[in-house]
């Protein structure tokens, strides 16, 4: 056994992967759950405390079969949850987590009790406690285990299918609003210059955050970027807009294997930017140069929004954005629909009080 594999928590599988950004992976071999090597560096105290965390959570409460511990076992253990190829994307593993976590109370219950009705009460529940994003994200992660489950014989069906989301209120504020075109240019003249490229990416590509600041600089040659959407493993392929290489023009040299890097040189994290993007943005609404509701996201949308707005296609736009499907550019293309629309209805509006003028101007 090699020096290093001597310093892995037993139980545990320690590997690093062999494509750019050469990311380090840690998986419980028992139950498959996982450890963060960016939030607990490798080999550090707080990493093999995670790891007993880990081991000793899952001593306490061993999985019963046919309970919905025992679910949820199965399929963090599975390819389809673990897997890097057809699996889930980290992040999304650390977000089904928080849902398991979540659930932990409950998960000695026979998964013969779960009837649709009974996951309602589940969702409403949540969203009285916590918030209505957090509530329909639960059902959503029970609707994949219980499908992958059904699939294999755990449940005869999936009570969480089918379930419409809890509503937003009429009064909240879109979330991830397009951005305006001043937002755009304000943000860009404020943004010191080790955050511009990653900007860049998210407001010209329509990358997502986390891809942007991850990028492998491998992946931007000839003028192209040449990526696959982390979330979906969708790939991207188009020519660099000429604003983002005039960015990259200007971005000081570094050493660093992503294509951005941050003021020491060094890869950026989706913490560290988001950090300092925070701050930035807060101070820009003091001032009042942006508007509340500003996000990363949002930069998706406004990229999204204008394809829309210029006439493309739903599939046009859900393959510029790496999307699997089109359901978020028929959304992009919903509100773009209705600009044009609205545009067209006023200019026939004007036209017919200018034909209506007398001429005749009221007395004071």
Request: glycine fraction near 6%; charge should be positive.
């Amino acid at each position: 056994m090699s020096k290093k594999e001597d310093r892995n928590p037993p139980g545990f599988q320690v590997w690093q992967d062999k494509k750019l950004p050469f990311k380090w992976r840690v998986r419980h071999r028992k139950t498959g759950e996982t450890i963060d090597a960016d939030k607990f560096p490798l080999y550090s105290m707080a990493f093999y405390a995670e790891a007993q965390r880990i081991v000793d959570r899952h001593k306490k409460a061993a999985a019963k079969p046919g309970t919905l511990g025992a679910l949820i076992k199965a399929y963090r253990a599975s390819d389809d949850f673990i897997d890097a190829e057809i699996g889930k994307a980290r992040r999304t593993q650390a977000d089904y987590q928080k849902v398991f976590d979540y659930l932990q109370p409950i998960d000695t219950t026979a998964l013969t009790w779960f009837t649709t009705e009974r996951v309602v009460k589940l969702r409403d529940k949540a969203f009285k406690n916590l918030r209505r994003k957090w509530a329909n994200y639960v059902v959503t992660v029970l609707s994949i285990i219980f499908e992958w489950g059904k699939l294999r014989g755990f449940v005869k069906t999936n009570p969480a299918a089918d379930i419409p989301a809890i509503k937003r209120p009429k009064s909240m504020l879109a979330a991830n609003r397009p951005w305006q075109d001043a937002e755009r240019d304000a943000v860009i003249a404020a943004l010191p210059v080790h955050m511009r490229m990653p900007m860049a990416f998210m407001m010209y590509c329509g990358l997502d955050p986390s891809d942007a600041v991850k990028l492998p600089k491998n992946a931007v040659k000839n003028g192209m970027l040449d990526t696959r959407r982390g979330k979906t493993g969708v790939p991207v392929w188009i020519r660099l807009p000429a604003p983002l290489v005039d960015v990259m023009n200007a971005a000081p040299k570094h050493d660093a294997i992503t294509a951005c890097a941050n003021s020491r040189g060094k890869p950026w994290t989706y913490n560290g930017f988001s950090t300092n993007w925070h701050k930035l943005k807060g101070k820009l609404i003091e001032q009042g140069l942006v508007q509340p509701g500003l996000t990363l996201k949002g930069l998706r949308h406004t990229v999204g929004s204008i394809l829309a707005e210029l006439g493309y296609d739903d599939r046009t736009i859900a393959d510029m954005l790496g999307h699997e499907t089109e359901t978020m550019a028929r959304h992009y293309s919903k509100r773009a629909n209705r600009t044009r629309k609205m545009s067209a209805v006023v200019a026939s509006f004007e036209d017919e009080l200018n034909k209506r003028k007398t001429g005749n101007v009221k007395p004071d």
